[in-house]
Every structure is written in C-alpha cells, then in structure tokens.
C-alpha cells in the first residue's frame, strides 16, 4: 500500500438519511488512511484475517455507512466516513502466493475471506480521539472501547454513530 499523504480537509456534513447499517473499520493510517480513500475514491477493504471480522464484513450491506478509525497511529481515533459500495467477495489477497495474506488452505471454489468494497464519503475535519469517544456516555458499550476488543471491523448502533458525527461536526 501507498503511505498516507496529506490532503485538504473535507468539511462536508455528514448525511445520517443515505444508511441502513453502521460499521467501523480500522486502519492504520500509514498503510491506507482517509487520505488514501479520499484520494482513490473507493477500495477494496482486503487483508481482514479474522473470522468475527469477516462475517461482519459479509454483514454489510451496500450503502451502509462506515467509520474510518486511524489505528496504531497518533492521535487514535476516527479520521472520517465511508460507504459500503460493493457487497462482501473473495478477497484476492488470499490467493495471491506473493501476498503476507496468503492462505495455502483457500480456494477458488471455497475461500475464507471476504472484502468489502468502501467509497469515500467525507474526511473529518480533525480525528475524533480515542480519548474524546471513551468520554461520551452514549458510546460507553461502542466495541472499540470494549476491553480486549481487537477486532478490525465491528457493528456500531445507529445512536453511537450519530454521537460520533456530532463530535466531529463543526459547532456554530
């Protein structure tokens, strides 16, 4: 993957009417941020490789609307929101003999992973930190905060997602 590059800051609302569903994915923002969404318009999410994460992703439904956490970065937290455009398929990754997400055991005819894919919807005007979500009552049971939650892709109820777009409308 490209490293992240800096972009400008999208400062458009975000639109709660277009979604059925919400997620949220992780990423670190150094292999694919916001800003690489932003730039490419859509991608394929591969190289999830665990099975709670993967029936997550086969969940998905086109148009749901995702949260774009920044992991393994400085500051954590949600850089901005994307949207389901493509349904859950065999992640090509998993064939690929080149790949760091090879799996020998996966076939053709019965793979083992999925990827969704998810178009660019809005970058945040600034990351809404861990910090910040771990202090908002309404998002005390969001997965992320969960001890020991590692998982890269997790349901989000519809009140914890508009309690994460409130943060990071601008206030005026």
């Known amino acids: 993957m490209i490293k992240k590059t800096k972009s400008k800051i999208a400062k458009a609302p975000v639109n709660l009417q277009k979604s059925t569903g919400f997620w949220l994915a992780k990423s670190e923002p150094s292999v694919y941020g916001i800003a690489?969404?932003?730039?490419?318009?859509?991608?394929?999410?591969?190289g999830v490789r665990n099975y709670q994460a993967r029936?997550?992703?086969?969940?998905?439904?086109?148009?749901?609307?995702?949260?774009?956490?920044?992991?393994?970065?400085?500051?954590?937290?949600?850089?901005?929101?994307?949207?389901v455009s493509a349904l859950a398929q065999p992640d090509p990754l998993q064939f690929d003999k080149r790949s760091e997400f090879f799996d020998a055991a996966a076939t053709k005819e019965q793979p083992r992973w999925s990827?969704?894919?998810?178009?660019?919807?809005?970058?945040?005007?600034?990351?809404?930190?861990l910090e910040e979500l771990r202090a908002v009552k309404a998002l005390s049971k969001l997965m992320i905060l969960q001890r020991?939650?590692?998982?890269?892709?997790?349901?989000?109820?519809?009140?914890?997602f508009r309690a994460i777009c409130a943060l990071a409308s601008p206030k005026g």
């Open 36 to 46: 690489d969404l932003k730039r490419d318009k859509r991608t394929l999410w591969e």
């Open 115 to 129: 990827a969704v894919e998810l178009a660019f919807e809005t970058e945040f005007a600034r990351v809404i930190t």
């Open 55 to 83: 029936n997550f992703m086969r969940a998905m439904q086109q148009g749901d609307r995702v949260l774009l956490y920044h992991s393994n970065a400085d500051p954590l937290g949600v850089a901005g929101v994307a949207t």
């Open 148 to 160: 020991g939650n590692r998982l890269s892709v997790t349901p989000v109820q519809p009140a914890e």
